[in-house]
Nanobody, 126 residues
Framework: QVQLVESGGGLVQAGGSLTLSCAAS????????MGWFRQGPGKEREFVAG????????YYADSVKGRFTISRDNAKNMVYLQMNSLKPEDTAVYYC???????????????????WGQGTQVTVSS
């Protein structure tokens, strides 16, 4: 059974930092683009960041560029999202995602996600 399990969410003040982790089990995703999406209150789920299977290429939504960093450790089947300079508008449930296809686009399409985690809440207070 394939599972993506996120951790590391919580409550933080504006300007603070959090690191989210995603542990994959049930199969390896070494050849798959992986990334993070988020869904704020009353909003649609949106793309945040994607990382290539070989880790040297990344892509970020404009809203997080320069503040968030995505990384992965294929040996451990882990994906991370380092979030700095957090803003209240970053408040959302954050979801780890694995692309349905091998070597997929870094700018992940929600419709092409093959696996989702259960989500972890990030709340940024002003």
């Amino acid at each position: 059974q394939v599972q993506l399990v996120e951790s590391g969410g919580g409550l933080v003040q504006a300007g603070g930092s959090l690191t989210l982790s995603c542990a994959a089990s049930g199969r390896t995703f070494n050849s798959y683009t992986m990334g993070w999406f988020r869904q704020g209150p009353g909003k649609e789920r949106e793309f945040v960041a994607g990382i290539s299977w070989y880790s040297s290429s990344t892509y970020y939504a404009d809203s997080v560029k320069g503040r968030f960093t995505i990384s992965r450790d294929n040996a451990k089947n882990m994906v991370y999202l380092q979030m700095n300079s957090l803003k209240p508008e970053d408040t959302a449930v954050y979801y780890c995602a694995a692309d349905r296809n091998m070597y997929g686009s870094l700018k992940m399409d929600r419709a092409l996600v093959g696996y989702w985690g259960q989500g972890t809440q990030v709340t940024v207070s002003s």
